[in-house]
């Protein structure tokens, strides 16, 4: 991308930044919900709600960034497609944001009702997950492909465990039907940190979009 | 020569030039090797500094990063340089601590904790760099703090721990005392049952404030005294004569069987060495049923000496194994409370076979017994 305008620079500069303090945030999140989680500590969790309003606030500037940059810079197609795809991932970390915190209520649903099982396969999705944003970011930052295209592994990975998780549980359920208030909030948090994976590879799918300049949607997850 | 003078001048001044060229030469080598030797300096004091030194310029993209930074986000500077510190490190409180200096143009104090790559927590230091008047950009120290404020948290929970185990047998004394003071002692039935009570709860409490003061002299390293030769069986000895009084009442039998002939010298502290064999000796026989045995022998293997204390009593429960050493960790609370229990006894044994670099192992089977072995490096 190259401009004459030093000051779009720096506002692009600046959205990059504020698209990178989000993914920063929801990636403490999923760690703190998932923690919340392993230790049955609801302080933890509530502290992932409240948190959660400040990822609704970044989307909120990203958004205005962006709607700023379009309307007063007039970029050029290149920089419209970095434009709109800040503003895409802004609304998918957002979803990431709001899984968290699905992740932290299931943390006080459970209370101190004891876990069925010890969590480990738990907390590998969530390092998983961690990992996928953390591609996405490197990704969105160097606007590289590869490391785009290395989430979908992720992802693969991701689907296995949530696979094992939701056997073993139900399994435990299906043994000892008093077991399936407690055993729930685990399967339903499998299933959040898979979606967290699927906003992931959005954000993968909008980068190869930029720098391709075509639509890989649905593609490569085969 | 006086046919032309001015040549004469001319040489001298040449000559003159010359030595001033050579000296100047001569200064600018010395001058460049020592600021090569400051630079080189300069970069060793940061190569070796605990600390994580990260500079930015003004635009804030990352100019500087010490191997203590490389360690703490596992990255290596060449990648870190001319990115921004959310891009280069993933983190928004040391992005946004550096933000505020640069707005401020002052220095700044902050504590900062990390969860990625793993859980720490920093005191961090950001300040201008300035060039005359000229902002340069921030640099920042990071100072790890991560097991001052994890020691920290366990004082403030043992002290937490402590006060609600005092105020127990306290609290069950005044209304005890209240009780009697109250008509009670009039009442023959009754007084004399109150009185064991109390008497009960003062030596529940005298226990457990020995206990704390044994932990805490464990702790300060620098009171421990020297280690000197300890002859093992003698002290295995004097810790049964101690229980056995106990251990007849309740009609457990103490058998004494010693795999090593001779004399077994271990390097230590005597006393302390004494109370964690009759640590164990309590529990061997405060977790008994009447007609159980503990059998407490010992063994060598190389160098290595172990001492066992096993049980033929309830045994623990595998889920809790793991916690037993910790301070104030009970099975059973009520029972251990009941057997005059202070829930320190496995602390201070793992916290004594610490200072002699020992170890202590445990094996329990529910319903059947437990084996604790201490082993001393020899
Ligand atoms: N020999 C043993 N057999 C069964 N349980 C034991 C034995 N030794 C220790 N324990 C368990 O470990 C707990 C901690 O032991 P300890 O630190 O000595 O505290 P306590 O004052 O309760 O005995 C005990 O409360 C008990 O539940
Ligand atoms: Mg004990």
Known sequence: MIHQNSLFD??????????????????????????????????????????????DQLELDIDEKCINLIALREPKATDLRFITMAMRIGTDLERIGDLAEDIAERTIELGNQPLVKPLIDLPKMAQLAQEAIALALDAFVTLNVEKARLIWAKEKEMDQLRDKVQEELEEIMAKDASTVKRALPLLLTARHLER??????????????????????????? | MSKFPFLITLTSKIEALEKALKEAEQKTAETLSFLETQRGLAGTILKSMNEGVLAVDEKGNIV??????????????????????????????????????????KTIEKEISIIVPIEKTFAAMASPLKEGEEKKGVVCVLHDITEIRKLEQYRTEFVANVSHELKTPLTSIRSYVETLLNGAINDKEHNLVFLQKIEKHALNLSQLIEDILEISGLESKAQLGPFVEIDLKKTIQKAIETIHIKADKKGIEIERKCGISGTVYVLGIEDHLYRAILNLLDNAVNYSSSGGKVTVSCSQDGKKISLSVADTGIGIPPEHLPRIFERFYRVDTARSRELGGTGLGLAIVKH?????????EVASEQGKGTVFTLIFPG
């Open chain 2, 64 to 105: 500087l990063a010490n191997p203590a930074i490389e360690k703490t986000f596992t990255v290596i500077e060449p990648e870190l340089l001319g990115k921004t510190v959310r891009a280069g490190l993933r983190n928004n409180e040391i992005a946004e601590l550096i933000e505020e200096v640069a707005k401020a143009g």
């Open chain 1, 196 to 222: 967290i994976c699927d906003h992931a590879t959005n954000i993968a799918e909008d980068i190869i979009y930029v720098v391709e300049a075509r639509v890989v949607k649905h593609q490569g997850k085969s």
């Open chain 2, 352 to 360: 004594v076979m610490n200072i002699h670099n020992g170890e202590v």
């Open chain 1, 10 to 55: 720096t506002e692009l500069g600046e959205l990059k930044e504020t698209v990178l303090k989000m993914g920063i945030l929801v990636q403490s999140l999923i760690q703190k919900s998932v923690d919340s989680l392993k230790n049955q500590d609801p302080k933890l969790a509530q502290n992932v709600i409240d948190d959660d309003k400040k990822v």
